[in-house]
Nanobody, 126 residues
Framework: DVQLQASGGGLVQGGGSLRLSCAAS????????IVWFRQAPGKERRQVSY????????YYVDSVKGRFTMSSDRAKSTVFLQMNSLKPEDTAVYYC???????????????????WGKGTQVTVSS
């Protein structure tokens, strides 16, 4: 069975840091793209960043660029999202998702994901 297990969320003061993890199993990790999305209350689920495991290339939306960093540990089939200089507007439920099949959909399209993990809550206080 495919599993994506996100963890590491919590409550942090503005300016603080958190590291989210997404442990994957049940598919060929090395051939996948792992995407982080977040969803704030009353808002749409939006892409935050992604990493292509095969070459470790990554992408970040402008609002987190320079503050968030993705990395992967192939031996553990796990990706990490290091979040620094957190702001109250980063408050959301964070989800990791995986793309393992060739698709024409954009990696920013939630409907283009093949698998989803359960979310982890990140709350940043002001």
């Amino acid at each position: 069975d495919v599993q994506l297990q996100a963890s590491g969320g919590g409550l942090v003061q503005g300016g603080g840091s958190l590291r989210l993890s997404c442990a994957a199993s049940g598919f060929t990790f090395e051939d996948s793209v792992i995407v982080w999305f977040r969803q704030a209350p009353g808002k749409e689920r939006r892409q935050v960043s992604y990493i292509r495991i095969s070459d470790s290339s990554s992408y970040y939306v402008d609002s987190v660029k320079g503050r968030f960093t993705m990395s992967s540990d192939r031996a553990k089939s796990t990706v990490f999202l290091q979040m620094n200089s957190l702001k109250p507007e980063d408050t959301a439920v964070y989800y990791c998702a995986a793309v393992v099949k060739t698709s024409m959909r954009s990696l920013s399209d939630p409907h283009g994901m093949d698998y989803w993990g359960k979310g982890t809550q990140v709350t940043v206080s002001s």
